[in-house]
């Protein structure tokens, strides 16, 4: 009912305004479809930007202009019970037909008049449902709320498609094309045969649009739970190598051995696993569950979390290997990949337009991700090989340690055996056990500093201070020493 009260406020002023506003689009579509949303699109039959900037102040809201060729405008209103993001644009075109004419997709292009909802009966509206709307006869809700589709979207709705509303859609904007399979995840709709061939056949204007919207929807795919499907769909659609381009030497580099599936398949799978990884680690302990999911629900820029960057970083975590591929005495190889990928996802995501936080989280996390492989092959995992596994991965550890794992559960090749990989899920195990429980080994607590140490053994400021200073912490991760006193007397031997 809140979105009613906010619906009311915004009908009220453009009455006593004498202003005609439509309310267009995925609000719409949300409330036909019983999806509940607090974002808002207007339509304003006049001048949207003195509109929206008149009512935020009557509202004592947040105005932003967010297209100033485009008129376009957004107010922030921040009610008792919720925050509400409403957008007002002008009308394209004589009519409200001709603005739905020129919108992307028929589920989208979908009107009604403000003043229809308003007066429209307060629970009939909360319980809207396509019974309701479409009973065929004068009386039903779609004749009380005026509803207007002059391109059968709410038949499209109903059949769950995704159908764009003319061919210039993607002359128009082309993120369109991306946009369509976004909605279609967000919305498990199936998009029509003859919008796909368009998209195929368009594709290439993609290039036109900028790198910021393109990452915004690429993300927004990767929000959802089973994003590994969308990241195909964009593929067979054409779309995926023009916006990361290192996409296309990943196909067909076979990996025997270990892999049962090609570069390209096996990072797809990775990704899949991915989607479903709190359901695997629950499997392995489910006490650490509100602590991983606290982690990866962190925002290092707002609006995108560390899941989102971590199923990017699992898309192309093995984007080195096409380079290192080498064959040789019957086995084939790819020494250094990680390295090389470490360096190639910083690219990506700098042209992606993600902040210097975030392409340093996913070189980071590609940079380590065979870490934990290395580590299973010892019997034996010591102290000072947990210190330093966490030393150098820091605070992507976790993200590391859960990358590892959906990469192993992908790998399932001929020589791929369930002993080590049940090794590899107790190292993984006993990583984030130690991560969560045992901070003395993870990141020792400071006992001794730079300038003890140059008192005590008269040396001057420099790397080897630095070196010594490691030492001492390894020594804390390994229990041998626990005061400043122990730790001056252990380097008596290092500085001899």
Not at 145 to 172: C, M, T, W
Not at 450 to 470: A, Q, V
Request: contains cysteine; positive net charge; charged residues 30%.
């Amino acid at each position: 009912m809140f979105i009613l009260d906010v619906l009311h406020k915004v009908n009220t002023f453009a009455e006593k305004s004498g202003i005609k506003i439509y309310v267009v689009g995925g609000f719409i579509r949300d409330l036909l479809l019983e999806r509940s949303t607090n974002d808002i699109d207007f339509v304003v039959m006049g001048n949207s930007i003195n509109f929206a900037k008149k009512l935020a102040n009557k509202l004592k809201a947040s105005f932003f202009l967010l297209n100033e060729k485009h008129s376009a405008a957004r107010i922030i209103y921040k009610s008792k019970n919720a925050d509400f993001q409403l957008d007002f644009s002008p009308c394209r075109g004589k009519k409200i037909t001709d603005d739905l004419a020129k919108r992307d997709f028929t589920i989208n292009a979908i009107a009604i008049p403000l003043k229809s909802i308003c007066h429209s009966d307060y629970a009939t509206i909360d319980f809207l449902s396509f019974p309701q709307l479409f009973s065929g006869n004068p009386g039903s809700l779609s004749y009380q709320l005026n509803l207007i589709d002059p391109y059968s979207g709410v038949e499209d709705l109903k059949r769950h498609y995704i159908r764009v509303v003319n061919p210039q859609a993607f002359n128009d904007d082309a993120l369109r094309m991306i946009r369509a399979v976004r909605i279609a995840g967000e919305l498990n709709f199936t998009i029509s045969k003859k919008t796909e061939t368009l998209i195929k056949k368009q594709c290439s204007l993609i290039a036109d649009i900028s790198q910021e919207r393109i990452r915004d929807e690429l993300f927004r795919i990767l929000i959802l739970e089973n994003s590994n499907l969308y990241i195909q769909k964009l593929d067979k659609l054409k779309l995926l190598d023009k916006v990361i381009p290192g996409i296309k030497s990943m196909k067909g580099v076979e990996q025997p051995g270990y892999h049962h599936l090609d570069v390209w398949g096996h990072s797809l799978e990775t990704v899949d696993f991915l989607d479903n990884i709190l359901k695997e680690i629950e499997k392995i302990d489910s006490m650490w569950l509100i602590k991983i999911e606290k982690h990866l629900s962190v925002e290092p820029v707002k609006g995108r979390t560390r899941y989102t960057l971590l199923k990017f970083a699992g898309l192309l975590h093995d984007i080195g290997k096409p380079e290192t591929k080498t064959y040789k005495d019957g086995k084939t190889k790819f020494v250094g990949h990680e390295k090389l990928g470490a360096e190639k996802i910083k690219v990506i995501a700098k042209n992606l337009k993600l902040s210097l936080k975030e392409q340093k989280i996913l070189s980071k996390i590609v940079h380590e991700h065979l870490r934990i492989g290395f580590l299973s092959d010892s019997k034996y995992i010591t102290k000072r090989a947990i210190y330093k596994f966490f030393r150098d991965t820091k605070d992507e550890a976790i993200d590391v340690c859960l990358l590892a794992l959906a990469d192993r559960l992908a790998t399932r090749g001929e020589k791929s055996d369930l002993s080590s990989m049940h090794r590899h899920f107790e190292i993984i195990a006993q990583l984030i056990d130690s991560y969560y429980s045992e901070k003395e080994i993870v990141k020792p607590a400071k006992i001794i500093s730079g300038n003890d140490i140059m008192k005590k053994f008269k040396l001057i400021s420099g790397p080897l201070i630095g070196k010594l200073l490691e030492t001492v912490t390894q020594a804390q991760a390994e229990g041998k020493v626990k005061t400043k006193t122990e730790a001056l007397q252990y380097l008596k031997h290092f500085v001899k």
